[in-house]
T-cell receptor
Framework: TQLLEQSPQFLSIQEGENLTVYCNSS?????LQWYRQEPGEGPVLLVT?????EVKKLKRLTFQFGDARKDSSLHITAAQPGDTGLYLC????????????FGTGTRLQVFP | GAGVSQSPSNKVTEKGKDVELRCDPI?????LYWYRQSLGQGLEFLIY????????KSGLPSDRFSAERTGGSVSTLTIQRTQQEDSAVYLC??????????????FGEGSRLTVL
């Protein structure tokens, strides 16, 4: 069974601080996605990374896929209250399946 | 509608009763997924469909859980003889699935199930 462990599980910070969320597995993934979920809603895709070592930037968010395709990180610069939510990584186990496995989640709270 | 639609949005049932949860995906999306989420935690994979077929149903917790998809569109998740541990939010998602591996998933707002 392929598992994706996220750390930290909870994060409370002040507006303007930087933070990093980690997504780790012992298994290799063909691709890695990051989603954000707000209360009462379904998760919404932030980014997809597909190449080992790939780095993608989305405004203040930087996503990295590990060289070995087993881990990923999300770095937020100068966090804002609007960044508050549940962040979820999700991995595709292989190219031959559309199955997507989600991580354990990181709940971020940014205080003004 | 334009998005993934799930019904009911809330369901309260008594232990031992059967429940059906419905998912109406985005038109044209060939892949459909069911996940379970407890207390705002991560998503637990249940099953996914490619068209009307379910290539992977390995996440279904027990034989009390079943799902079907008809006409490559609407899907129903059925839980028989519900137990209190089945209480959770059941999320449905759909995807175009035109790439190798999973594409972007579009989620519904979920069906919150409470088993008393």
């Amino acid at each position: 069974t392929q598992l994706l462990e996220q750390s930290p599980q909870f994060l409370s910070i002040q507006e303007g601080e930087n933070l990093t969320v980690y997504c780790n597995s012992s298994s290799v993934f063909s691709s890695l996605q990051w989603y954000r979920q707000e209360p009462g809603e379904g998760p919404v895709l932030l980014v997809t990374v597909v190449t080992g070592g790939e780095v993608k930037k989305l405004k203040r968010l930087t996503f990295q896929f590990g060289d070995a395709r087993k881990d990923s990180s999300l770095h937020i610069t100068a966090a804002q209250p609007g960044d508050t939510g549940l962040y979820l990584c999700a991995g595709g186990p292989s190219y031959n399946t559309d199955k997507l496995i989600f991580g354990t989640g990181t709940r971020l709270q940014v205080f003004p | 509608g334009a998005g993934v639609s799930q019904s009911p949005s809330n369901k309260v049932t008594e232990k031992g009763k059967d429940v059906e949860l419905r998912c109406d995906p985005i038109s044209g999306h060939t892949a459909l997924y069911w996940y379970r989420q407890s207390l705002g935690q991560g998503l637990e994979f249940l099953i996914y469909f490619q068209g009307n077929s379910a290539p992977d149903k390995s996440g279904l917790p027990s034989d009390r859980f079943s799902a079907e998809r008809t006409g490559g569109s609407v899907s129903t998740l059925t839980i028989q003889r519900t137990q209190q541990e089945d209480s959770a939010v059941y999320l449905c998602a759909s995807s175009l699935a035109i790439y190798e591996g999973p594409g972007e998933l579009f989620f519904g707002e979920g069906s919150r199930l409470t088993v008393l």
